[in-house]
């Protein structure tokens, strides 16, 4: 069970938080525009992913353009996929702190990795509240430039001694935008895997598979190995000697490992009822006994998160500060461009 190093936990830089600094310079409206477009195109489809746009790594100085996102499919299949699926309702300081410490694990990541910031709008026939689904991707439009700028400056998290040829740019990471309708893990994971986008024409069949690495926080851990969601059968053992667990999850942990984040408070306990948890999971029989399989457990890393002393960021409280145009304490809640989408479109705001 690794940590992430706490120098490498960098800070996005200070943006306007009137103008939003977003990746393509373009107006904030107009981009809202696009997102909204994208949503119904999306909802009158069969598809069950897609990608909506790509944030490039940027080329170095790189000037801003007008141009509206799009996406941008990889030439080669990509070795390793870094999901972040949340509600991005808002995105907040401890999703950057998820995406980057798991970017800043370089090793695992080799060249040509990706990272896909991922919205499911499965309850799309309900009005989504408190954020509409086009003003979350506007959010994660920002977010990600958040991210980029974020590895930028985190010298801390490059190599000590970089070959001579290679640059700090080589750690941005192109991170792409996508919607789902698929409303669990796995069948996310499936969508995924089996979309276009991520196997170019000619390389199918080529190579192993994408390697997926989901973020997810320790309250994600307990609903994935809750019985209750595979099925009324719950534990039980199907027909051909498998569980519900294992009929839904076994491909899935084939595929991908998880990268769980502690989340210590009052609901899930301290830091060491979470790593308790955990290696019953790994190295005892809790996976056994709620129907899954003990060699899962080499599948899930758990990670710190946030530091003792350190204030609570959610996306709850982000929603509050906003709600009370709190700009200073939404600024410690959320990352500096999601911060001036917010302000400029009085997102929360009661």
């Known amino acids: 069970m690794s940590q992430p190093t706490p120098d490498c936990l960098p800070q996005a830089p200070k943006q306007s938080m009137h103008v939003p600094s977003l990746a393509s310079g373009a107006p904030l409206r107009p981009l809202v525009g696009f997102f909204a477009r994208s949503i119904a195109s999306f909802q009158r489809s069969d598809a ?11 080329p170095r100085d790189a000037a801003p353009h007008d141009a509206l996102p799009t996406p ?10 870094i999901v972040l699926d949340s509600s991005f309702n808002p995105p907040t300081r401890a999703h950057l702190r998820m995406a980057t410490s798991a970017l800043e694990t370089t090793s695992s990541h080799p060249s040509g990795s990706r990272l896909l910031l991922l919205l499911a709008i499965n309850n799309a026939d309900k009005a989504p509240k408190p954020a509409a689904f086009e003003h979350r991707l506007a959010m994660m439009w920002a977010f990600a430039a958040d991210v980029q700028s974020a590895m930028q400056t985190s010298p801390q998290c490059q190599s000590s001694s970089p070959p001579a040829h290679e640059t700090t740019e080589t750690s941005i990471p192109t991170i792409d935008i996508a919607l789902s309708t698929e409303p669990y893990f796995h069948d996310k994971s499936a969508a ?33 190995f809750n019985p209750k969601y595979y099925g ?11 569980t519900p667990m294992q009929n839904a999850l076994g491909p899935f942990l084939r595929r991908a490992k998880l990268r769980v984040t502690m989340r210590p408070d009052d609901e899930w306990g301290d830091g060491a009822e979470q790593r308790a948890y955990l290696e019953d999971l790994v190295s005892g ?13 080499g599948r899930i890393e758990l990670v710190e998160g946030q530091r ?7 996306s709850t409280y ?9 700009w200073e ?22």
Do not use: H
């Not at 941008?72 to 996929?81: D, E, F, V």
């Open 48 to 58: 069950t992913f897609q990608v909506v746009c790509t944030l490039p790594r940027p």
């Open 72 to 81: 941008i499919p990889p030439n080669t299949r990509p070795p390793s996929l």
């Open 192 to 224: 995924i895997a089996a979309a276009e986008f991520y196997n170019p024409v000619g390389n199918k069949g080529e190579g192993a598979e994408t390697e997926q690495v989901v973020l997810a926080g320790y309250d994600t851990l307990i609903r994935i």
């Open 232 to 242: 009324p059968a719950g534990t039980g053992v199907q027909e051909g000697g498998v």
């Open 285 to 297: 029989d809790g996976l056994g006994r709620v129907g899954g399989k003990r060699e899962w457990g």
């Open 308 to 314: 003792e002393g350190e204030e609570v960021v959610s």
């Open 318 to 326: 982000a929603r509050d500060a906003a709600g009370e145009k709190d």
């Open 329 to 350: 304490r939404l600024g410690r809640m959320v990352t500096p461009a999601v911060e001036g989408v917010v302000e400029e479109l009085q997102l929360y705001v009661k």
